[in-house]
């Protein structure tokens, strides 16, 4: 019987290892992607547990709440809605961030 040639075989080896860590790169990869996506604008509703709970006028309104939410240790996020941006927190957040607002 004859075998095949080492360097043969170490090369097909090689080859086999090179797509193995290929497929798990492309399979455990962080959610880049070679095309981005557009961002979707979406009702202030569709922000899953986050409830809105500002409606700023203007981008520097916004700025100022958000940075009075941080001062007040508030997680929140400023999110452009297609009703305008909206300044979303979690719901047991939701009391502190309307009484801080209501303060300024």
């Given at each position: 019987?004859?075998?095949?040639?080492?360097?043969?075989?170490?090369?097909?080896?090689?080859?086999?290892?090179?797509?193995?860590?290929?497929?798990?790169?492309?399979?455990?990869?962080?959610?880049?992607?070679?095309?981005?996506?557009?961002?979707?604008t979406g009702n202030p509703d569709e922000y899953g547990l986050?409830?809105?709970?500002?409606?700023?006028?203007?981008?520097?309104?916004?700025?100022?709440?958000?940075?009075?939410?941080?001062?007040?240790?508030?997680?929140?996020?400023?999110?452009?809605?297609?009703?305008?941006?909206?300044?979303?927190?979690?719901?047991?957040?939701?009391?502190?961030?309307?009484?801080?607002?209501?303060?300024?």
């Amino acid at each position: 019987m004859t075998g095949v040639h080492p360097l043969l075989g170490l090369l097909i080896g090689l080859g086999l290892v090179a797509v193995l860590v290929l497929l798990l790169r492309w399979t455990y990869g962080r959610g880049r992607s070679l095309v981005a996506r557009r961002p979707h604008t979406g009702n202030p509703d569709e922000y899953g547990l986050l409830v809105s709970v500002a409606a700023p006028a203007d981008p520097d309104e916004a700025r100022r709440m958000s940075a009075l939410l941080a001062a007040e240790g508030v997680r929140h996020t400023l999110v452009e809605t297609s009703a305008g941006p909206r300044l979303m927190v979690w719901p047991d957040d939701s009391a502190k961030a309307r009484q801080a607002l209501d303060r300024r």
